[in-house]
């Protein structure tokens, strides 16, 4: 045994003493000084320590990867889909014509106008202040709706039939005339029973002191006929046959 082999044999018996190596160690240092030219046992502990930091480098670069990962997709802004508003639906009404809303045909002369009884040339005249205010509006139920705007006209005037009553009369064709006869204190409305085909060119004579009405119309060429009424809150009644007689021209007022 040599000086150096010696010297290492203390030095690693001291280690063991002081608790640097243990037992196990110590025998292992032991045995490679006895065989020099075997490799040393330390190689393979180095080798597996490369391992060991290898592998742990790849798990902490895995720990890093995944935590990056779960920043990105919590703070990632989401994307908000706007929705155009609805549009409101547009209903459209039709409108609904009004038949009587047409402005009343025109007379044709004044054979089919209603004049007072008394004086054919004497205007109607207007309502005054006490008659305005005892005034009912038209009642418009019923056929009489039809024609509101020209009844409703001929309303504003005064009464000119037996105090209370109001004769309104319109075209409805060459020679026809139709119209209704109305309490401005009711409102009520009765149908005028002298018109139309019937009494052709018609001309009516009354006045607002009494309730008689004398009827003129033609009954053909150059002949008409005359016939006195009387007017009993509802219609007219007759009071005597029809008066025929020859003119001398198509004009029954002369």
């Known amino acids: 045994m040599t000086d150096s082999r010696l010297d290492r044999l203390e030095r690693l018996n001291r280690l063991r003493e002081s608790g640097a190596l243990t037992q196990q160690e110590f025998e292992r240092e032991k045995r490679l000084m006895d065989e020099p030219a075997q490799a040393p ?3 393979p502990r180095s080798g597996g320590g490369s391992k060991v930091l290898l592998l742990g480098s790849i798990a902490a670069l895995a720990v890093v990867t995944a935590g990056a990962t779960i920043f990105v997709l919590n703070n990632r802004t989401p994307q908000v889909v706007r929705e155009a508003p609805p549009q409101a ?6 409108a609904v014509p009004e038949p009587d809303e047409t402005p009343p045909a025109p007379i044709e002369n004044d054979r089919t106008s209603g004049v007072g009884y008394d004086d054919a040339n004497d205007p109607v005249p207007p309502p005054s ?5 005892m005034s009912s509006g038209p009642n418009l139920t019923g056929g009489f709706y039809n ?3 020209r009844i409703r006209d001929g309303w504003q005037g005064a009464p000119n039939l ?16 139709t119209g209704v006869v109305g309490n401005k204190r ?19 004579r009354f006045g607002v002191g009494g309730n008689n009405v004398l009827a ?24 005597e046959e029809p008066e025929l007689r020859k003119t001398r021209g198509d004009n029954c007022s002369e």
């Open 162 to 177: 037996a105090g209370n009553y109001v004769v309104i009369r319109w075209g409805c064709g060459t020679g026809c005339t």
């Open 216 to 239: 003129s119309w033609e009954e053909g060429p150059h002949l008409c006929a005359r016939q006195m009424f009387s007017w009993d809150g509802r219609r007219m009644v007759p009071q």
């Open 129 to 133: 202040a006490r008659e305005r205010s």
């Open 186 to 204: 009711t409102g009520e409305l009765h149908w005028l029973e002298l018109g139309g085909e019937d009494y052709p060119y018609l001309q009516l």
């Open 41 to 43: 046992a330390a190689a």
């Open 89 to 94: 639906a547009v209903i459209q009404t039709p």
């Open 147 to 149: 024609y509101r705007t």
